[in-house]
């Protein structure tokens, strides 16, 4: 059973201008975790601030775990959500590697709803925005005890998001990570914790001293082949036309099975393009290039839909990637996925929730 509080606040105006990050509705879901009652305490409630104990065992032992989506204004004026189910399940996964209660399907895809419902009026018809929700769990009990919290506090809230990397067809450049490691074998570089992200900004401002957008990730065993960037997925495409093939690095447990990622091979396979799931290196990457065989590369994710990557800095040697500009498959597969997202076309996968 879900508590709604009825007039909760004001109703917001439309942001115009959000940026990414801060551009937060006004209301957030919570529900409640302990051992005798399970979930409970669900509640749609006003956006407020946190009352935590100093010694809440999440705090203090990254017993953190979280996801991101998006909901997106339809050409009728209603609203979707985008493949949410796939986010529950990513979700559960998550609680299951941290020893933390699971949430059901059910439970997480009725708070999602009731929150897009709830807020959908901070999202405007520019068709560059979207409402970005971020469901959390963490572990609250106040234990410094070093074991798994006994109570846990599940809560969703959203922000309107522009462009993660401000204009969408800007390619981005960036740096080979030959120092620092994203995720090792048998860790959590497939699930979405929050210790994941604390590590990766010390590379990440080493990126950015280098003059680049973001980090590129290598394996940890023999810092090689290429897996992540930043938060987001890669893509290469080889060759050009109705014969071009459209190839990511393998899931090895070290990356992120990411939604978009998965999507965009369906669209890709779909259109005809030919798609393989296979080990990059590095030197491969950068002959392939040279060659003139990789003529495009791009990463996906919720946050950065479909981004075009122009350049590589490494410390072996820089090179450039195509025309260092977005490329045709990496634009024709970002329309066919927003058009998609934004009802503009057709959903033979029925990927969009429909919420009212």
């Known amino acids: 059973m879900i508590d709604i509080v009825e ?10 201008d959000p940026g990414h990050g801060d551009a937060f509705t006004d209301h957030m879901f919570t529900m409640s975790w302990n051992q005798d009652q399970g979930w409970h305490a669900r509640q749609l409630v006003p956006l407020s601030t946190l009352q935590m104990h100093p010694g809440m065992l999440g705090l203090h032992y990254g017993q953190v775990i979280f996801e991101g989506m998006k909901a997106f204004r339809q050409v009728d004026g209603s609203m979707a959500i985008f493949r949410p189910e796939q986010n529950a399940r990513r979700f559960q996964a998550s609680a299951r590697r941290l020893a933390m209660p699971e949430l059901s399907e059910d439970d997480f895809l009725a708070a999602v709803d009731q929150l897009v419902a709830a807020d959908q009026v901070a999202l405007s018809d520019n068709p560059e ?6 469901p959390l769990m963490y572990g609250s009990e106040a234990n ?43 860790g959590t570089g497939n699930v979405k914790c929050a210790a994941n992200y604390g590590p990766s900004f010390l590379a990440q401002r080493l990126a950015q001293d280098a003059g680049c957008d973001q980090v590129v990730w290598l394996d940890a065993m023999e810092h090689r082949w290429v897996e992540e960037m930043g938060g987001m997925n890669l893509f290469f495409v080889r060759g050009s036309g109705a014969d071009a093939q459209v190839v990511t690095p393998g899931l090895t447990g070290t990356l992120l099975p990411g939604v978009t990622r998965a999507s965009l091979l369906d669209l890709a396979a779909r259109r005809g393009y030919r798609i393989a799931e296979e080990r990059i290196s590095v030197e491969q990457w950068r002959q392939e290039c040279e060659s003139g065989l990789i003529t495009e590369v791009f990463a996906c994710g919720t946050a950065a839909v479909v981004t ?15 025309t260092g500009s977005a490329g045709p498959v990496a634009t024709e597969l970002r329309g066919a996925l927003t058009d998609l997202q934004r009802g503009r076309a057709r959903d033979p ?4 929730r429909r919420v009212g």
Do not use: C, K
């Open 7 to 16: 007039n909760l606040v004001p109703q917001q105006r439309p942001y115009t």
């Open 129 to 134: 925005h979207s409402l970005y929700l971020r």
């Open 144 to 186: 410094l005890m070093l074991r798994p919290s006994r109570e846990y506090e599940f809560l969703l809230l959203a922000f309107v998001a522009g462009g993660f990397f401000g204009d969408t067809s800007r390619a981005v450049s960036v740096f080979i990570s030959r120092e620092h490691t994203r995720a090792m074998p048998g």
């Open 308 to 322: 075009p990557v122009g350049r590589v800095v490494d410390r072996d040697g820089d090179w450039l990637i195509g």
């Open 349 to 352: 996968y029925h990927w969009m």
